[in-house]
């Protein structure tokens, strides 16, 4: 059963625009937060942009400034707006629910299927 489907990917242009939506289902509130991840050929999957239950975002250095994280609790939707696109941001993105594991860490428990982000010059 999908738990998470992310959609908005798809092929633009150095300094293009795309978002990404992750639509969640009511119990994801009962976690820590949630958060975008991505993954490019051959890399490890790697932190983009986070939320908590408090409302705190975080962003890596690489897209801070260019990225926009934004949750809309009433439509249960998780949104990833990009802007200034780079040829380095092409890679598979992944919207992710956080638990907190048994050692009280915030982490990543559910994921999504991923969609790809592919930025062309």
């Known amino acids: 059963q999908v738990q998470l489907q992310e959609s908005g990917g798809g092929s633009v242009e150095v300094g293009g625009s795309l978002q990404l939506s992750c639509p969640f289902a009511?119990?994801?509130?009962?976690?820590?937060?949630m958060g975008w991840f991505r993954q490019a050929p051959g890399t490890e999957r790697d932190l983009v942009s986070t939320?908590?239950?408090?409302?705190?975002?975080t962003y890596a250095d690489s897209v801070k400034g260019r990225f926009t994280l934004s949750q809309d609790d009433v439509k249960k939707v998780l949104y990833l707006q990009m802007n200034s696109l780079q040829i380095e941001d092409t890679a598979v993105y992944y919207c992710?629910?956080?638990?907190?594991?048994?050692?009280?860490?915030?982490?990543?428990?559910?994921w999504g299927q991923g969609t790809q982000v592919t930025v062309t010059s």
């Open positions: 992710a629910a956080l638990f907190e594991d048994s050692s009280l860490r915030c982490v990543p428990q559910v």
């Open positions: 009511r119990y994801i509130f009962s976690g820590c937060g």
């Open positions: 939320i908590s239950r408090d409302g705190t975002i």
